[in-house]
């Protein structure tokens, strides 16, 4: 038997077996957007490597095959670059700002008298223009020592930077103020320019730095919110373990004001269990036997035994921390203007400062140092650093935000589709709805016993995970204690269940499913069916042996905040349609408690991606919120989906936001927030373009001189990523009430 194959992008056969590694790489030296263009077409050059660059984390996020290459191939090609590269966990977390300090210290602390010489005549000591050749030099050469360094190894590799127009800039302006100071000329030397440009982007690269670093803050301290150790049972006896060490099924204890050290079940104990920093939910959650908790949330009050159902990288934390890392590596599809702007920015600026030198000494017919101040504010003024910072601070932020208020964005990509939706689509079920059904009425047909008929429901239910099913089967338990074993089982998706339980053949779902074994229900309880759907319950009918048996009604209660979730999605513009496998009367009667008009009930599971593809196709766009296994292939077919957090992995991995907390609210601030964030991105864009176009013009005519070139360069990158640390002050609809 041959091995199944698969295509890679370019076209070569691997066997289908082999999965692509992630892996992150923290990378250092990056100085402006085209430092990271440049390590991204690196490393994509390597075979079999998807690799993409964010310059404001500084991170590089690769997809490579390890059978071809290994993490050193990859750091290999880093370096080649010119650059630093390493695995996150061998780098030490400094702050970023700090190599500026001294730096900059050193270049006011001399470029203020430097101005001083050249501004006020009346202060300057005889011999002043080597008085400014002294104090220029350590300023362009120690302060600047990074612009330089920088420049030449861009310049080894054929390549210029951000880093090249600083340097060639401050050197221009130091080397001709020396010539004509040694030359005994009589013209103006620029010390003072050398020094001012060197001050300036010094400060602006240092309020940079500081501000990334603040953009980067909520995923820092989400990853710092993980338990270190453990209090683990040993032969009833608790050992203290670092958390590394515990193994899916250990059972551990979590006293009061403890966090929870590991995603598990709760096996004995009362608590009530703080989740904010997860779901953003202020209010405690009431736990005990049976419920499921997650880790490094904080037990607030009663000891718990927990046992463990997931460990280190599979906890929803580390999931959560790994979606919103990869969503912020990705890059907006408003990006890429930027990075082929950016891919070709510096050179053409050196074009046009060198054109604006022989502009003006050609045909201007002026002074060469009027020329040659005119081309190095050219050079100074240009700054495509605002360019490759508008996108990625943005998205830092904005995913940041959302992960602490329990909304986790997938990718960049998810903001675009936020701004064009029209119709949202709900899932009933543990969307709108608690999801935890409960025995509303049990109603026997006319001789049946009940009793009987509680029994063989129960205990063919019990063999199903299905929310209705788990209702049953818990009523039946609860009302007559243990329930016999079930011989067969088979369950029809969307219509009920086929069961043998002590020799009975047991059939419950629907009347179509009923009908299919030839039973039809009796008037009266037909009749009880429409009583009990238009109060707002499940009905299913229970046959026995080819005989209907009675009908049991279900019951799941709204949630209390679905009503105000709809009003908001409402006013987000966004039409509401109800989407269930429930019957009419009962989604009907949801749908008006909720305040939804459009109700599509009765859809089967596989039936729910094709009413999306109907609606798309009827011109909308369309979200869908949901939460089961059923929901999967809906989500993925949906032009934006959104899995509440509380449900299936499966549906949270179809999806493109998910909704950590289970609260339908938070879909329509997932919206705002991503709508909000790709507005940040658009307004930062328009500025790093808009300036660069105004700018440059205003320095080829001579209007700018390098110092205010200067000032304005730096201020250009502050201002970007402060325009995008706004989004900090997100607030959820909870939080504005």
């Known amino acids: 038997m041959s091995t199944p194959t698969a295509t890679t992008a370019d076209g070569a056969q691997t066997p289908a077996t082999e999965r692509p ?9 990056m100085t402006c957007a085209t430092c990271a263009t440049r390590i991204e077409k690196r490393l994509n050059k390597l075979d079999g490597v998807a690799a993409s660059v964010n310059f404001a984390s500084e991170h590089a996020s690769v997809a490579f095959d390890p059978a071809r290459l290994g993490v050193e ?17 061998a780098v030490t977390d400094e702050d970023p700002a700090r190599p500026y300090r001294w730096r900059l210290v050193l270049a006011i602390a001399l470029s203020v008298p430097l101005a001083i010489f050249a501004w006020v005549s009346a202060s300057r000591p005889p011999g002043w223009e080597w008085v400014s050749l002294v104090l220029a030099t350590p300023v362009v050469f120690s302060a600047g020592w990074p612009f330089h360094r920088a420049a030449v190894a861009n310049a080894r590799h054929g390549v210029a930077t951000m880093d090249t127009l600083i340097s060639v800039g401050t050197l221009a302006a130091w080397v001709w103020s020396t010539v004509v100071l040694v030359a005994g000329m009589s013209t103006s030397v620029y010390f003072d320019t050398a020094g001012a440009i060197t001050a300036l982007i010094l400060l602006g690269r240092y309020l940079e730095a500081r501000a990334k670093r603040r953009s980067g803050e909520a995923i820092r301290k989400l990853l710092e919110l993980g338990v270190k150790e453990a209090r683990v049972l040993s032969d009833g006896v608790e050992v203290l373990v670092p958390v590394e060490a515990l193994a899916v099924d250990d059972r551990f204890v979590v006293r009061p004001g403890e966090k929870i050290a590991t995603d598990g079940v709760v096996e004995s ?15 405690p959650v009431e736990v005990g036997p049976g419920d499921t908790v997650t880790g490094a949330t904080v037990n607030t009050s009663g000891r718990l035994v927990v046992r463990a159902t997931r460990v280190g990288a599979s906890t929803a934390l580390a999931q959560i921390a790994r979606l919103v890392s990869e969503a912020q590596a990705g890059k907006a599809p408003v990006q890429r203007l930027a990075d082929r702007v950016s891919a070709v920015f510096v050179p053409t600026v050196i074009a046009v400062s060198a054109l604006t030198l022989i502009g003006w000494l050609l045909i201007g017919g002026v002074a060469a140092t009027a020329a040659f ?6 050079i100074v003024i240009a700054c495509p ?12 932020v904005g995913t940041g935000r959302g992960a602490q208020l329990g909304i986790v964005i997938k990718g960049p990509e998810v903001l675009e589709q936020t701004r064009q939706v029209t119709t949202v689509v709900l899932d009933k079920t543990g969307t709108l709805t608690e999801g935890k059904m409960a025995v509303a009425a049990v109603v026997s047909a006319r001789g049946a016993d009940e009793e009987r008929l509680v029994r063989l429901a129960a205990a063919a239910e019990d063999a199903s995970e ?39 053949a047991v059939v419950i779902g629907r009347p179509s499913l009923l009908g299919d074994w030839g039973v039809r229900l009796p008037d009266e309880l037909a009749t009880r069916v429409a009583a009990l759907e238009a109060e707002g319950s499940t009905v299913v009918g229970v046959a026995v042996d ?4 009675g009908l049991v009604a279900v019951a799941d209660r709204i949630k209390a905040t679905s009503r105000q979730a709809v009003a908001e999605l409402r006013d987000l513009g966004l039409t509401p349609v109800l989407l269930t496998g429930d019957n009419e009367r009962t989604a009907c009667s949801v749908a008006a408690e909720v305040g939804i008009d459009r109700v599509l009930a009765g859809v089967l599971p596989e039936e729910k991606a094709a009413e999306i593809v109907r609606l798309q196709e009827a011109g909308e766009v369309v979200a869908m919120v949901g939460d089961g296994v059923n929901d999967a292939p809906a989500l993925a077919r949906a032009d934006l989906g959104l899995s509440i957090g509380t449900g299936t992995d499966v549906a949270i991995e179809a999806s493109d936001i998910t909704l950590v907390a289970g609260d339908l609210r938070a879909a329509a601030d997932a919206i705002r927030l991503s709508r909000r964030t790709l507005s940040t991105i658009k307004g930062n864009l328009f500025w790093a373009f808009g300036y660069n176009v105004a700018a440059i013009p205003l320095a080829v005519a001579g209007i700018v001189n390098p110092i205010v070139a200067a000032g304005a360069m730096a201020f250009s990158s502050v201002f970007v990523v402060t325009n995008s640390l706004r989004l900090r002050r997100f607030a959820s609809a909870e939080s504005r009430r």
């Open 546 to 549: 080819g005989e209907a048996e």
């Open 373 to 378: 101040t005119a081309a190095v504010a050219v």
């Open 73 to 89: 191939d990859l750091i290999g090609a880093v370096k080649a670059a010119g650059y630093g590269a390493a695995l996150p966990e």
């Open 269 to 283: 104990g009362v608590s009530a269990v703080d989740q904010s920093m997860l779901t953003g939910e202020s209010l």
């Open 21 to 29: 590694q992630r892996i992150e790489l923290a990378i250092s030296g």
């Open 466 to 504: 299905h929310p209705i099913a788990r209702a049953i089967a818990d009523y039946g338990r609860e009302r007559l204690g243990t329930l016999p074993g079930v011989e067969s089982f088979s369950a029809r998706a969307g219509l009920g269940i086929e069961a043998v339980v002590d020799g009975h």
């Open 385 to 396: 650093c605002a360019l490759g910072l508008a996108t990625p601070t943005a998205l830092m």
